[in-house]
């Protein structure tokens, strides 16, 4: 979600922070775990087909393969 008064870096932030809000409010998970979260929310980013990359996964943009998502878990 781009705003012409944001740049890339404050929206990719408030990208993340959302998903941090969601994914512990969900998950009924402690605030004390929130490092994590964002750990896993930016490992979801980096491994989601963006349309700048005509719809490749950074990560395959990158190394040529497909991640690995077996270990993916709902």
């Known amino acids: 979600m781009y705003s012409p008064t ?7 932030t408030r ?6 809000c969601t994914f512990s409010h969900e998950s ?3 605030k004390s775990l929130w490092g994590e979260v964002l750990r896993h929310a930016v490992w979801l980013k980096n491994h989601a087909a963006p349309l700048a990359l005509d719809g490749k996964a950074p990560f395959k943009a990158l ?4 991640p690995d998502l077996l270990g ?3």
């Open 6 to 12: 944001l740049g890339a870096a404050e929206c990719l």
């Open 28 to 30: 009924n998970l402690p």
């Open 63 to 66: 190394l040529g393969q497909p």
């Open 72 to 74: 993916l878990r709902v």
């Open 15 to 20: 990208t993340l922070l959302e998903w941090i």
